[in-house]
């Protein structure tokens, strides 16, 4: 049972290696933020820009399920230093 148990959790890794791997294989290396976990989710690509903050396009961590997507705005760092934005960016 143990054994068996090893397998399947192996399999199971490699299996989550795997769906990772094919989802940010195609990223942009440059972006700081682009393949790394943020607040329990993988971001992928991003989908937009300002002056104030980043869009990106995000999976859940744990699953990697593509039916999951969400959009994750991340504040530039200028920005951070101001509690009115913060105040802001939060609402």
């Given at each position: 049972l143990v054994l068996l148990r090893v397998r399947k959790e192996r399999r199971l890794s490699q299996e989550y290696a ?74």
């Amino acid at each position: 049972l143990v054994l068996l148990r090893v397998r399947k959790e192996r399999r199971l890794s490699q299996e989550y290696a795997s769906r990772r791997a094919a989802l940010t294989a195609t990223l942009d290396r440059t972006d700081p933020f682009e393949g790394k976990t943020l607040g329990g989710y993988l971001l992928l690509n991003r989908i937009g820009q300002g002056g104030m903050a980043t869009v990106y396009r995000g999976v859940p961590e744990h699953s990697l399920d593509m039916k999951e997507v969400v959009a994750i705005k991340v504040m530039q760092d200028k920005m951070a230093d101001d509690p009115e934005f913060r105040e802001r960016f939060e609402r």
